[in-house]
């Protein structure tokens, strides 16, 4: 089983609301990632947790914030956003963060838009 | 800098031949490639993979070919199915001269799939 949950499908929000996406996986992977995805383009990793722990950040807006409260959840804390952070929003885990192969699994994605 | 390219932005193949799609890539640590699919809203499904001590691997219809001289690998889907119709991302991870991985995933642009019945 190589699932990736993630809720909600689709969320509009206001510039002033606050909001969370969620994403589990039940493969007993150690490593979790979020990823922005514009359309036409590819991917852009935006975080990484290895082990619980953050381990990539790259230079995500502190718009956005992820907590990862156990090794098979993982959330992203949306706060104040802009109309240009519409996207699809996709969670990745991989068995390890660096290790030995680096294949990713995503889940569906969450379609945002900010209004 | 782009360092996984995927020069065909679209491909179009008919329903039982072969669909071939490339990707080249610059960076010379990049040691691991793998090819997703991607349907519209969704997210991208894991296909096949390589390890650069390869230089072929197969999965039922697809089959990646590496060419590590030449900083290019493909992705053979035979024979190719109306279903099959979507974007294909290349992407590969790279790792330091002690043999660590970075950890990240480089993704080209994306080739649209489209096969006709």
């Known amino acids: 089983d190589t699932e990736v949950t993630q809720t909600p499908k689709h969320l509009v929000m206001g510039m002033t609301n606050k909001k969370s996406l969620k994403c589990e996986q039940h493969?007993?992977?150690?490593?979790m990632y979020w990823y922005k995805q514009k359309a036409k383009k590819p991917p852009e990793l935006m975080f990484v947790y290895s082990y619980e722990k953050l381990s990539i950040n790259e230079s995500v807006p502190s718009r956005f914030s992820p907590e990862c409260p156990n090794s098979s959840l993982l959330n992203l804390h949306l706060h104040a956003l802009q109309p240009e952070d519409s996207a699809l929003y996709l969670c990745?885990?991989?068995?390890?963060?660096?290790?030995?192969?680096?294949?990713?699994?995503f889940g569906p994605g969450t379609r945002l838009t900010v209004l | 800098d782009q360092q996984v390219k995927q020069n065909s932005p679209s491909l179009s193949v008919q329903e039982g031949r072969i669909s071939i799609l490339n990707c080249d890539y610059t960076n010379s640590m990049f040691d691991y490639f793998l090819w997703y699919k991607k349907y519209p809203a969704e997210g991208p499904t894991f296909l096949i993979s390589?390890?650069?001590?390869?230089d072929k691997n197969e999965d039922g219809r697809f089959t990646v070919f590496l060419n590590k001289s030449a900083k290019h690998l493909s992705l053979h889907i035979v024979p190719s199915q109306p279903g099959d119709s979507a974007v294909y991302f290349c992407a590969a991870s790279a790792r330091d001269a002690g043999g660590t991985s970075y950890g990240k995933l480089t993704f080209g642009q994306g080739t649209i799939l489209t096969v006709h019945p």
């Open positions: 990745a885990s991989s068995q390890e963060w660096a290790g030995s192969t680096d294949t990713q699994y």
């Open positions: 390589i390890s650069s001590i390869k």
């Open positions: 493969m007993g992977h150690r490593a």
